[in-house]
């Protein structure tokens, strides 16, 4: 299904960074199988069911194709085509295979770009019909029964290895927290994130209740199609990390079985119809990175230090030389904490987010601004026996008057340091920093831009994994000769001295050993 | 004509050998033990050999064509050359960034091997400063040759093997890069430097980086390897001209190999693929999937049309570095022999992609292996006799295979029939898994195509795979064992000469015409000469002239060929028009009124190598012909659900002559391969020895 939708869609987005979902489901709206695509579109497909169901009962017919994006009914948010969004829930686009042409009409009346958007839903509608049709295909050949028993046991199976998984961690309750910047309009107005991960023999709760109310702003995330979407694509990572477990382990609604996720009606993850729920992914990176900080004293192999948790999801426009109206749309990486026999990712979308980056050299050539930079944030990775990844630094120029808009986090917030590891570095954003710099906040709304000002943006390094004494010396001066650490910095947080570029291995055990006996033990989390 | 061909493909376990003698009607295949620490030792041993055997003095071949994984197992070894890198300042990590994009959706422990094991270390990227402007490729900031000497002496210090130049933007303006490169060499001139616009002149900074860094990755030892081969053979009296597989299906001459080593990464499966579009002209058949089994691996390719696909540029990587060379498209998962069966602590019934490999092997090859693999499953339902492993030469016990098989059966509560079965039908499904995510993906659907069984497992699982797939014939070539090396006989020279030039369909002025022309003809003239030097006379020569072009916006561009002759604004148009009709295919719309941009301009350069044909039989026309039967034995099938046990003749290959007919249940042998016939399926045998497969009732449409 997946393979059609991508092949036949008309956006760019969804064929060449695969953002999409695609799913088979039975009519309780559990997920019989999915297709690998991008996380943040994953397991959150079963919310829209329900969503839709709510609104039709068992007004559902075969050759139904049904509309819903109603973040108040499972879908991850409001839609990112139009700003107001047009949001229906329940609607048929196709009725018993008949198109719906009014339907089609309001479409086409609400949207910027109507031909690429009816391309993309009739891609969907390709998507959905394969599907529909492979599934009967498999029933006529093997039987309904036994292919809906079949269904059944994959679920069972996935649900039998979850808990297995689960299992293994002590019972007990387990909880983490940590801040956003601001709602975007109360500067300064910090915002509790809150977790709390109850475990009970093979179950598992997430209860982010204790995290803040929700905002007057559009800084809420939806429950089911951000909120769980989140903690599942994170449990998985940790329970089912598929560079570790040796089988596939079929993604479906029997993973799930054994989680809870409970959020106070009215918290910032379940906020009260109308409130707006564009900008999420700040809010729900948060909860995945204190899931991993609340579970790794219990599971140290299967978790990391503290991670980015954010994304800086930026968007320039203005209109160039010949008044035409130009946007570029950036999301800006993160990067992961240390990990158990591994320094972190270095530049990389953290956890459900994994997106592509643009090309400098096909952005220069086709949109007015220049990026000036591009490159890691050297010597800002937390220190740890396993060294937090780093973030980035990127400068880009505008060659026309214009604005932007940003929505960042993690301004006030350094990924925490893990065993004895350091924290990393928070993010920022720098106006002209070359000329006359000036900080800007984590969330920007139409920003003005003058032609020839720019924008750098640093985003987190994270933090390291367990004692930074303990990194071998000459792993710490490889750090140097790449630039990674800087011989300042080899002292200060590994004690390993470095001059000039060589190594004084005999100084340094002395000087480690020394250290380790004045500073005594370390902390379980450092921030 | 052509007195006679060496090929030489060169595997993990392997090395198949074939020579051709039209002259005396000879095909002749040989097999010798890979030697992995110098493939050429294998290559060489395995010429004098079949040489020998087949009496014809190696004097006489005038082309020797090799398939070679010298330049994979580097980059899977991870053991290139040390490579120095020179590159914009502001912009170092543009190798290590990468497009910040994780290869695993769900895992916080996954490896990314781009970071841990980089092809450039950072300390070994010093910046430069310089800059060239978008679009125009002007200089902002002009080179700094300070920095450009002090950076070189620095990588001199630090004993790099390789220096490569890789500034933004070069594709639009190579005087920076070239600058560089003069005083690399006059500070170094003994030293190898490639710039990122003479490897690959194309927009996208870390695609055309990651090129260049891997290019010079394996260089060094490519070219150790290519020079020692050339002179063995020499040693031995060899006269002819030796051609290496490049990844695009096209060969290369020595000279060329060495230059750009980077086109020789997937030089082995390429070979697989061009057997399959050779059966598909000889046997008539336009769409084939080709699907080659080995021990631990299968490697899957859609072939429509009778034409190797290649790629999708923004989907070429190896080891997953970007590569942006041309590369035959070529799916290969864990699934073969060796494949292991096992139930999994969720009570799962799997196979693979564990791999038993060759050591310790399946059950049977009695080496200590305890678990039950596919070899063993096909043992054990008769599908494979004992006497059949490479003709009989491997010793195997059938009994270790029905004890391991019996282990598993147990677990699961099912008869050992049953599970043998089973494995078959997961590992099958495996494959059907992938060869759908091939097709489909792409557009194309499975039902229509023929599979093409090669490799030593190919025939043997391919009928139950198309059934699979719903696929109506299976074609099986004379030698399925090694289809590669008989691949590389009908190999043509085939060189890619690229130019970035960038021109929208909003603005064609005479000035962007004659530009376009005058790139053209550059083009045309370095694959003209490169072609001479090669030996190839004019005639022989194939230009083909394509633009690579996309809509405005596009992440992507897809090829147009070009109309015949000079261009000009009517060809222009064409050119904007076929742009259409290419999307339109490929992703099932157009867009019109868009403005399409050509970013690229290509020529393929062919240089046709004289071709020969594999000997034809003497028409047999005998159905189930009882003189060819080498005895008779029970084979279990599953037939709507029931299992039977059917007694199923073995056919001698070797004694099958034309349009003799075979119905099912039935299995071929042959020293390399066995192909297994189910009931309701029936095979006849082309003029070419071919067996082609089909149900029953559905005959494949040839000419014979």
Known sequence: ?527 | MAKAKLAVDVGGTFTDIILICEEKNTFTVHKVPSTIEDQSIGVVKGIEEICGNANIPLSDVDYILHGTTVATNITIERDGATVGMLTTKNYRDILHIARHKKVENFSIQQDLPWQSEPLVKRRHRLPITEKLSAPSGEITTPLKEEDVRAAVQQLKDSDVDVVIVCFMFSFLNDVHERRAKEIVNELWPEELCFTSSEVVPQIREYERFSTTAMNAYVAPKVSRYVDHLVDSLERIGSKGKLHIMQSSGGMASVEMATATPVTLLKSGPAGGILAAVRWGELDNIENLISVDIGGTSADISVIPNRTAKLVNSLDATVNSSPVLTPMVDVETIGAGGGSIAYVDSGGAFRVGPKSAGANPGPACYNQGGQDPCVTDANIVLGRLDKEQFLGGDLNIDPELSFKAMERLAKQLNMTTEEAALGVLKIINNHMALSVRASSVKKGTDPREFSLFAAGGAGPLHAVDLADAIDSKSVVVPTYPGVAAAIGLLVGNLKYDFIKSRVASSENITEEVISTINNDFEGLIDKAKTQLKKDGIDSKFIVIERIAECRYVGQGIELRVPLPEGELTEDSMNEIYNNFHKVHEQEYGHHFSDTHVQIITLRVIGTGQIPSMDIPKLESGNRDNPKEAIAYVRDTVFEIDGVIKRLPTPRFKRDKLLAHDMKNGPAIVVQRDSTTLIPPNWEATVSIYGTLLVSAKNITIETEQ
């Open chain 1, 1 to 527: 299904m997946a393979h059609v939708i991508e092949r036949m869609a008309y956006s760019s987005l969804i064929r060449e960074s695969e953002d999409l979902g695609a799913g088979v489901f039975n009519k309780f709206g559990h997920t019989i199988a999915e297709a690998d695509s991008t996380p943040m579109q994953l397991g959150c497909l079963p919310g829209y069911i329900q969503g839709f169901q709510s609104v039709l009962g068992v007004n559902i017919h075969p050759g139904d194709i049904i509309w819903n994006n109603d973040p108040y009914a499972g879908a991850s948010h409001s839609p990112d085509i139009y700003a107001e969004g047009l949001i229906m829930n329940g609607i048929k686009f196709y009725e018993k295979g008949v198109r719906n042409e009014t339907v089609a009409e309001i479409v086409r009346q609400n949207v910027r770009t109507p031909r690429e958007v009816l391309g993309d839903l009739e891609a969907q509608v390709a998507g959905c019909r394969l599907g529909v049709k492979r599934f009967v295909e498999l029933m006529d050949k093997y039987g309904k029964d036994t292919v809906l028993q079949a269904s059944e046991e994959l679920m069972d199976y996935s649900e039998r290895v979850m808990r297995q998984a689960i299992a293994k961690v002590p019972d007990g309750a387990y909880e983490a927290e940590s801040w956003l910047d601001d709602d975007g309009r109360n500067l300064g107005k910090r915002l509790r994130v809150h977790v709390k991960i109850n475990i009970e023999g093979d179950e598992l709760e997430v209860d982010v209740s204790g995290s803040s109310d929700q905002t007057p702003t559009a800084f809420n995330a939806s429950y089911s199609g951000a909120l769980c979407v989140s903690v599942y694509s994170v449990l998985r990572s940790i329970f089912l990390d598929t560079a570790v477990h040796e089988e596939f382990i079929p993604p479906n609604h029997g993973t799930f079985r054994p989680i809870t996720v409970t959020a106070r009606k009215g918290c910032i993850f379940n906020p009260i119809k109308p409130a707006a729920t564009f900008s999420r992914a700040n809010q729900v990176n948060t909860v995945a990175d204190l899931i991993i900080k609340a579970l790794a004293p219990v599971l140290p192999e299967q978790t990391c230090a503290g991670s980015s948790a954010n994304i800086q999801f930026a968007s320039y426009a203005g209109l160039d030389e010949n008044s035409d109206y130009w946007v570029y749309i950036e999301v800006n990486e993160g990067s992961y904490g240390g990990r158990p026999g591994k320094d972190g990712m270095d530049a990389m979308d953290f956890s459900s987010w994994n997106t592509r980056n643009n090309p400098i050299e096909d952005l220069d050539m086709h949109k007015p601004m220049v990026c000036d930079r591009y490159e890691l944030r050297e010597d800002t990775g937390g220190a740890g026996r396993w060294r937090g990844g780093l973030g980035i630094v990127r400068k880009n120029r505008m060659l026309t008057d214009g604005f932007m808009t940003m929505e960042g986090d993690k301004h006030t917030v350094r990924p925490w340091g893990y065993k004895g590891g350091l924290p990393g570095n928070s993010a920022s954003l720098i106006k002209n920093p070359d000329t006359n710099p000036e900080h800007l906040s984590s969330k920007l709304n139409g920003y003005t831009l003058i032609a020839g000002e720019s924008i750098m943006v640093l985003v987190p390094s994270s933090g390291g994994y367990g004692d930074p004494l303990d990194r071998p010396a000459e792993q710490v001066y490889e750090d140097v000769l790449d630039d990674y650490v800087s011989e300042e910095t080899a002292l200060r947080d590994y004690g390993v001295i470095i001059k000039n570029r060589k190594l004084d291995l005999e100084a340094s055990i002395e000087n480690r050993k020394k250290l380790r006996e004045k500073r005594g033990k370390v902390e379980l989390y450092t921030e």
